[in-house]
């Protein structure tokens, strides 16, 4: 079978051009504009010196998330949210992931009993809007705690370590890493794969669309992500290896 | 190290008994309770002659599912979503799992424009409702589809195979088949594994919890899974070769 | 005028067969699946240790009710309260009708400063749904408080005495007890009848449905379900004398 | 026992000085002010030319009510239902009830595919206010249908007969005629009665507060409600012998 | 340009009959009905010895309002705003402008840390019920700080002075005083004007309706509406020179 | 009395830095990212065609807008208003601002049967975020008009002139123009006034916060608006005088 031809000769195992820029906002304890190609995502991270109930008392503290998009960051304007009066499952699904991935690289007993709330809007999406989310939004959080650390409010990170997150999927029988929107919309299998700098799983949602999908194209998924979240941790570490803007 | 000992002396690799009791009640063209263990969940299958927006006029059917469970399904009684007036970030994300699962073996040109409503209601919760969920759906599915055929309404099935749905987990380190509740509040890492009749892959969603996983991890608790599937696969058959009571 | 026919030959003055099924879920403190022929709920009792606002401090418990039916519990499927986001006028005179019926038979100080709630769903309809969940929500409540003897935090019952509900109307000018829904349909009047086991009045609810109806037609119709009611007290007594299941 | 002493020695079985006036707002088809006692009422009737979707091509009309009550129409102002976001149970339930009772004398067929929708404002709540408000839209669907007869679109009235409505209850053994609010919050028993002109029932919903009630008791409220709703006949009539004021 | 002509032949710069009648109804500490011509907005003052969050340990009070409009006080019937869930846009902007308005004249911190909440609920519409709402709430509030007066819980007033508030706009070219419905509907700008009784402005809110309008008409709006605040600052007055009713 | 000093030495009738960015995001019909000094509001133009139920048939358009805010766009985070189901007040006070004032430069019969929506989405706040929101709306309205114009949908633009808005306030006894978020918060007085192009009054809105204000206080705030307004016009203009970015 021939391979798939991707917009702008990308290759079928390269991620597409991205952009972490630290310090897009000023408000917030951590502010990061993530770029996945032209899907752009704007993660704020704020600190609140209080906990949600399940955590009070505990000397732990929490972190968690919320997914927004703007009305006409598609092709075709959505319904604004707040104007219907609720959020949608799928924004539901995609906020709680972002908060259980982050979750996950936190020592919550060192971070104390405060919260992060990371906010993840979307300003303009071609796909993948999840896994940039994530991907920013661990810049975001790292930001805040070095906030925190700044205020001496903590004295050591309760991160343990980067977390990132690419989409893969099947294209045409393609296996292709980072998918753009057109490429989602035409995808056999898609999947979200989360994953921390040292290599392991956090999370994994794979999704036949119209066939199911075998054990080795599984595999050739795999190795795909592995391969774009290496990269995407080495574009977290080089922008916080710059100074915060401001 | 040391494997971890289930209730009731089971197996790592088995599954709890699967009880799957069709006609459960009588108003729904397919009705089911499926029971995994002490997990009960009814699923019905309702048939409405119309599809939603996006399908109209398109000659293609529609099958999607809504779940719930009762308040005191639970150990601890839990807020009714009627009454609180809306559903949780959970349901929504399980009503759309069971939905894509069941599209995923229906070939939605063979319905006709006519829609499939599954509703999975959980009597009694004891890990794995969705799970159980998926794999009555089926049942109460085809059942809907029988009734179909024996009014006259379609003369051969749009369902192309059986579709089923089991967790795995990795408890203190063993990996174990069909997680019952406790299993689940002690997991490290759980994996909703939904498989098709033939062994494809439908929808794979593994979570860290706590501490990330490793692919052989992965690897271990997808042979698990495709075990238990094959098993319930079994099970589904056996149910339908039973006359359907009443 | 000739007598209206029933379903099954049943007499104007008969019940449906009964059944009250204890410890039907297994986590709740009282269980019980409650049949009036094939209208069937689930009525299941939860203790909590707290009260609502306007009874804290007061020294005295409280008692409610909530209601729901399974969206294909009916013939054709309704929609699903909880995805629209809100209780029907009907569910919410429903539940307030059983809570108001358990509370007049229950000693609220004798309770102690804790809460009994009753949820009961309908998993099948045929008429009388909200008779039979009160006839069962009183048995699930006394399966609650012994419970609460059991576990040492009452020395005695702080139920006085039993409460029973029937439907009881006039179809076709003849006066039936117990309408199942083909008889609801049609009649002419209804009503709804609430009785202690003393035989005092609890809740009297007639409704005319068309054509007014008179004092002797109202008189036929409470004659008809004080019968109705004192067979339902029996039942009730007879299921509590079975030791309770598990 | 000596009897209970009324505000004001009104008699145990008379009714509150009633005040029917209509014209009271300009707008509505129908618009009538009905106080009993210090119980204020406003109840417009609004006719539009659509029904509801389960009418419709039926060729006949409907009649609906919904209810509602100023903030401080009572000792201690109440929460805004339209600021809460939703109408309360006792809201809704009696918002039916006044819709029944008025669709009780109508004859649907004989309005025509049309509405009359009627609104029961409490301005001021001193107990009973659904009865004056069934009182009260009755004669301002009288006035709508004049309106209708008037423009020339019906010939007769589809009004069979009136319709009227009282409470009654038991106050320290002492049954009671058209209940004020603190003998309302007093008593053990109480009932809400409506009766057509011609004495037929069209609701009775007796409920006990505390202790249940007798046969006997019944009998007692009942015929007060009897003479009690006779007389509201006589002042509907007296009213609408008035010329409707502008 | 000949001058637009006004029904009643009422002058461009006079105000329709305005009535202020206090005590309209019992329960609340100040209920005042006014009426600009035939809008008529009943004004209920509410003390509550409770402040909101914000203000909770200040030691100064808070003054609000709520504004809603009975479904037919209009020439054509609209929604129930508690039935339909939630208050219009609208709403909440002319609530907003009657608690600010409000606010402005009084002292809080004289009022001590209590609330006093007014609700304007529309009978009767006939343009300009905002204005009339602000207007006749302000001597409802004057009412409730009699009303604490009287009651020993405050020594001296809290109100510094009077506020009232007008409609002024240009039809067909004529700058006119107090539009009414119908003048409103044909209006090319219309403003609405909060003044003090020593004549400061409160809140000024001028609207283009098709074509912007320029400083000189301004001007002259402003000019009418000094007028009329003048004239409903007397008419303040004399009501409140009256002797509460009852 | 000395005059208020402002932050970075600006002068009271000067603006914050404009810049007004088109093509700031790529899929809607315009897209203009507008910033006051740090106040930065993403505004998209979106063309439907269709138009709301109020303007079908009619042969004229639509033009409406829809605000939100970032929950981190401010300096403590706000709750996410689809989160809580709801728009407040001021987010529906602005939006209709937003729509009114937009509205009132166009010819809706001359854009033809079908909608122009504009989102107006603050990215970052520090006051003057509906001003800014205005003024960038009619940029993105312009890019759209010439997109259809450019799809031979539109020969002629439905646009009349432009139109942009600008805050201006008392602060400590000086009148300012634009105020910022500090300047904002300590202000007696504010306004919020829209011109059109040619000079004309589109909406003014003056609130007195805590002491009302002069008739000369006013004359002097209109005055700053005129001039800020021609800058604001002049800005526009240069914005539209580069090429679309793209």
Same mark, same amino acid.
């Given at each position: 079978?021939?391979?798939?031809?991707?917009?702008?000769?990308?290759?079928?195992?390269?991620?597409?051009?991205?952009?972490?820029?630290?310090?897009?906002?000023?408000?917030?304890?951590?502010?990061?504009?993530?770029?996945?190609?032209?899907?752009?995502?704007?993660?704020?991270?704020?600190?609140?010196?209080?906990?949600?109930?399940?955590?009070?008392?505990? @000397?732990? %503290?929490?972190? $968690?998330?919320?997914?927004?998009?703007? !009305?006409? *960051?598609?092709?075709?304007? +959505?319904?604004? &949210?707040?104007?219907?009066?609720?959020?949608?499952?799928?924004?539901?699904?995609?906020?709680?992931?972002?908060?259980?991935?982050?979750?996950?690289?936190?020592?919550?007993?060192?971070?104390?009993?405060?919260?992060?709330?990371?906010?993840?809007?979307?300003?303009?999406?071609?796909?993948?809007?999840?896994?940039?989310?994530?991907?920013?939004?661990?810049?975001?959080?790292?930001?805040?705690?070095?906030?925190?650390? @700044?205020? %001496?409010?903590? $004295?050591?990170?309760?991160?343990?370590? !980067?977390? *990132?997150?690419?989409?893969? +999927?099947?294209? &045409?029988?393609?296996?292709?890493?980072?998918?753009?929107?057109?490429?989602?919309?035409?995808?056999?299998?898609?999947?979200?794969?989360?994953?921390?700098?040292?290599?392991?799983?956090?999370?994994?949602?794979?999704?036949?669309?119209?066939?199911?999908?075998?054990?080795?194209?599984?595999?050739?998924?795999?190795?795909?992500?592995?391969?774009?979240?290496?990269?995407?941790?080495?574009?977290?570490?080089?922008?916080?290896?710059?100074?915060?803007?401001?």
């Amino acid at each position: 079978m021939s391979e798939f031809k991707r917009a702008g000769n990308r290759a079928a195992d390269a991620l597409r051009p991205i952009v972490i820029q630290r310090g897009f906002t000023r408000h917030a304890e951590g502010s990061v504009l993530v770029c996945f190609g032209e899907t752009r995502v704007l993660c704020t991270a704020s600190v609140e010196e209080k906990v949600p109930p399940h955590k009070r008392g505990s @000397g732990e %503290g929490w972190v $968690t998330a919320e997914y927004g998009m703007l !009305p006409r *960051a598609t092709h075709t304007r +959505g319904d604004r &949210e707040a104007a219907r009066g609720k959020q949608s499952g799928r924004t539901q699904e995609i906020q709680r992931l972002i908060g259980r991935s982050l979750r996950c690289v936190f020592d919550l007993a060192a971070l104390g009993e405060r919260s992060i709330l990371i906010d993840c809007d979307v300003l303009q999406a071609d796909g993948g809007t999840r896994t940039a989310a994530i991907t920013g939004a661990w810049v975001a959080a790292q930001d805040a705690v070095n906030w925190l650390i @700044g205020q %001496g409010l903590l $004295t050591k990170s309760p991160i343990k370590e !980067p977390v *990132a997150a690419v989409s893969v +999927g099947i294209v &045409e029988g393609t296996p292709l890493l980072d998918l753009e929107y057109t490429e989602d919309a035409a995808c056999d299998t898609d999947m979200n794969v989360v994953m921390t700098g040292s290599g392991g799983f956090v999370e994994v949602q794979g999704t036949a669309e119209g066939a199911s999908f075998t054990r080795s194209e599984m595999d050739a998924l795999l190795a795909l992500a592995d391969k774009g979240i290496r990269e995407l941790v080495q574009a977290q570490a080089a922008a916080l290896a710059l100074p915060l803007p401001r």
